[in-house]
């Protein structure tokens, strides 16, 4: 397993910009597919971006595509999460999830090791 450990987030108005990061320590990282998921108060786990172990794939939920942007760095073991054009429905804690696997998974049980969460606040 790896460690992860995210900043960035907080409170931006909508129409903002954030980016997230999820630094992961572990000497095997380029073999994790990571991906974003967020939760809000009272409602599950939603899957929101995933990138696989290369960066060659990524995947997004309809809602963010062409606003999020899933990235990573394997020299830094770290992926971001670009977020433009936030929208006050984009509120939620934000959580970065890994799985030593060479595909993505949508599915938040298929994750093995989870960052602490950060919380991501867009007012309108």
């Known amino acids: 397993q790896v460690r992860l450990v995210q900043s960035g987030g907080g409170l931006v108005q909508a129409g903002g910009s954030l980016r997230l990061s999820c630094a992961a320590s572990?000497?095997?990282?380029?073999?994790?597919?990571i991906a974003w998921f967020r939760q809000a108060p009272g409602k599950q786990r939603d899957f929101i971006a995933a990138?696989?172990?290369?960066?060659?794939?990524?995947a997004y939920v309809d809602s963010v595509k062409g606003r999020f942007t899933i990235s990573r760095d394997n020299a830094k073991n770290t992926v971001y999460l670009q977020m433009n054009s936030l929208k006050p429905e984009d509120t939620a804690v934000y959580l970065c999830a890994a799985r030593r696997a060479i595909m993505m998974s949508r599915t938040p049980y298929d994750y093995d090791s989870w960052g602490q969460g950060t919380q991501v606040t867009v007012s309108s």
């Open positions: 572990g000497r095997s990282f380029s073999t994790y597919a």
């Open positions: 990138i696989t172990w290369s960066g060659g794939s990524t």
